[in-house]
């Protein structure tokens, strides 16, 4: 299982940001491609992050390709200066775990794959509460 994060940005201090916060996540995204999954539904979740959409708006975006493609939006209220990169991290995690969540994967892949993420959250974010 893939996960895959781009991001579309209006801001350059949104896109700065986020350049800088990612590779915090490379060994979630690692992780991740060695998850074996029992009903692999598809073989990766393609996530975009906007700061053009509201900090809650979830848009799936159809797709025959294998791929699960969802668009979330990222608060442009949030700000973006190296101080709250800590807060950046955090709500990341919690855009990535809502991607997840909105998977249609089986209950058990599903739970593997919030546990995976929770597990990482836990040990490699300074903030551990999460939900």
């Known amino acids: 299982m893939r996960l895959s994060l781009s991001v579309a940005a209006r801001s350059r201090a949104f896109a700065k940001a986020m350049r800088r916060i990612r590779p915090k996540f490379a060994s979630l995204f690692t992780e991740f491609e060695g998850m074996q999954l029992a009903n692999p539904i598809h073989e990766a979740i393609l996530l975009g992050i906007s700061d053009e959409l509201d900090g809650d708006e979830i848009q799936i975006t159809p797709n025959s390709e294998g791929f699960f493609q969802v668009i979330c939006g990222f608060d442009s209220k949030t700000p973006f200066d190296p101080e709250n ?31 995976l993420i929770n597990t990482w959250a836990a040990r490699e974010l300074a903030e551990t509460r999460f939900s």
């Open 85 to 115: 990169y800590q807060i950046l991290e955090l709500t990341l995690f919690r855009i990535i775990r809502s991607a997840v969540e909105t998977c249609p994967f089986t209950e058990p892949d599903k739970r593997m794959m919030l546990g």
